[in-house]
């Protein structure tokens, strides 16, 4: 049998048994899904710290606690989740595509004999499966946002979307579908993703505003910094000999992962979420691209601006990251017993 081969038996068939592909997507979704019912709060708090202060230097709150008492006293307990549904529709699109394109394309390219990719060739199937769930996700990102910023607007102005269903149908009528990834109808005549991607770095004399862009460059960095390092620190971990391969080794690579992820996905970050919280005024969007985002941030906000919120999103992202990862492992480690040992 291909599951008792020895390792130096060579061949696609040393390789051990795993999971069917779909299973592979039903985890990674299950999994993040459920460290977002942990972590709501966070997001909130983050995507609140970002819009903060927006297109001036006067801040809405201080700190994260500022911010997540001030929610609090606002809104209840009830507005600190505000969102969820959004968030766990996230998951379920966003999620259930990049892990389980992940962990497909990682154990087609791992060798016969068990030897995983190279670090560089881990970070490329992190940003390729990044963006395409990046793309899945987009819709339920919008509304994420959307949902996560109401309560900071003035009651008159606030969209007062009831869960995500509402949030996708509204936006769907009021604006039309391509605000779902946050592209113009004037967007297709740039052709491709590929072509349109260009245009989130690089300013164009009629931009589109675009959605999809931002939070598909955001995946690519986030997926090859986060499911990279998360590979690698696990296999660093390890190899020092001091770990096995358990809840405590996936909880340290976790952790490491979020720092390294966070530090540099933050500035790609808080042009997407500007971007998928802005406003048409007259006929104009407050951006014109991710970079415009960049800028302004930079010239009325200051350079380390573009970490505000570093503080919530790790808190979110290290144990967002934690979670995912340590329900993603437990849950293979449960099929493989139950389904393929023997």
Known sequence: MAATASPGAGGMDAKPRTSPKSVKFLFGGLAGMGATVFVQPLDLVKNRMQLSGEGAKTREYKTSFHALTSILRAEGLRGIYTGLSAGLLRQATYTTTRLGIYTVLFERLTGADGTPPGFLLKALIGMTAGATGA??????EVALIRMTADGRLPPDQ???????????????????????????????????????????????????PQGCIPTMARAVVVNAAQLASYSQSKQFLLDSGYFSDNILCHFCASMISGLVTTAASMPVDIAKTRIQNMRTIDGKPEYKNGLDVLVKVIRYEGFFSLWKGFTPYYARLGPHTVLTFIFLEQMNKAYKRLFLSG
């Open 158 to 208: 606030r969209r007062g979307y009831k869960n995500v269903f509402d949030a996708l149908i509204r936006i769907v009528r009021e604006e039309g579908v391509p605000t779902l990834w946050r592209v113009s109808e004037g967007a297709g005549d740039l052709g491709g993703v590929g072509v349109r991607s260009w245009a989130f770095l690089t300013p164009s004399p009629h931009p589109p």
């Open 135 to 140: 793309f899945v996700g987009t819709p339920a």
